[in-house]
């Protein structure tokens, strides 16, 4: 099992807000990271070190990381963002996830 | 755009070693970090090990004492053994840039072991 915690699925309607979150023991001071994988596809990195995004991912994306807890906001939901998120902590994953867009 | 490029059996025996490559195509192989993470069918995403530019590498402990990553900076390519292969190793096998974070991936290689 891993040492990061993500709640297996999240449902959301279109244009609505999708919070993921990941808990943790071990962040402290360490910075978490997220990707998406839709199925089929390798992972996509969509936040890196809390809060940056890429260059090639949207605004509507965006992470946050307080205490032992860190989350991947989607804003403005929409069909095409359906897939599995993972957050990452030095070199441990978490379990994922599905992300269904209702 | 970075592209990487995984390449090697799709069928290893039990017991026999795993031997992968990465192409990196778009992006200097020198002063980065290049990682090996592995996804069994339906589960999570596990990091294997990464190799800095200079040869250096970490691995993972579950595996460490079976995993060699080597990389070959001329020819822009770094590579993974895995030996005494089972069935718990079948799983897809990615290549990626990065040590702390992953910024770009390879489509990924199954590798399943029968």
């Known amino acids: 099992s891993s040492e990061l915690t993500q709640p297996p699925s999240v449902s959301v309607a279109p244009g609505e807000t999708a919070r993921i979150t990941c808990g943790g023991k071990?962040?402290?001071?360490?910075?978490v990271h997220w990707y998406q994988q839709r199925p089929g596809q390798a992972p996509v990195l969509v936040i890196y070190y809390d809060t940056a995004r890429p260059s090639w991912i949207p605004e509507r994306f965006s992470g946050s990381n307080s205490g032992n807890t860190a989350t991947l906001t989607i804003s403005r939901v929409e069909a095409g963002d359906e897939a599995d998120y993972y957050c990452?902590?030095?070199?441990?994953f978490g379990g994922g996830t599905r992300l269904t867009v209702l | 755009q970075v592209q990487l490029q995984e390449s090697g059996p799709g069928l290893v025996k039990p017991s026999e070693t795993l031997s992968l490559t990465c192409t990196v195509s778009?992006?200097?192989?020198?002063?980065?970090?290049w990682s090996w993470i592995r996804q069994s069918p339906g589960k999570g995403l596990e990091w294997i090990g990464y190799?800095?530019?200079?040869?250096?590498?970490k691995y993972n402990p579950s595996l460490e004492s079976r995993v060699t990553i080597s990389v070959d900076t001329s020819a822009k390519k770094f590579s993974l053994k895995l030996k005494s292969m089972t069935a718990a190793d079948t799983a897809v096998y990615y290549c990626?840039?990065?040590?702390?974070?992953?910024?770009?991936w390879g489509q990924g290689t199954l590798v399943t072991v029968s």
């Open positions: 990626a840039r990065g040590s702390t974070w992953y910024d770009f």
């Open positions: 778009a992006s200097s192989i020198n002063l980065f970090y």
């Open positions: 190799i800095y530019s200079n040869g250096s590498t």
């Open positions: 990452q902590v030095l070199t441990m």
């Open positions: 071990t962040f402290g001071s360490r910075s």
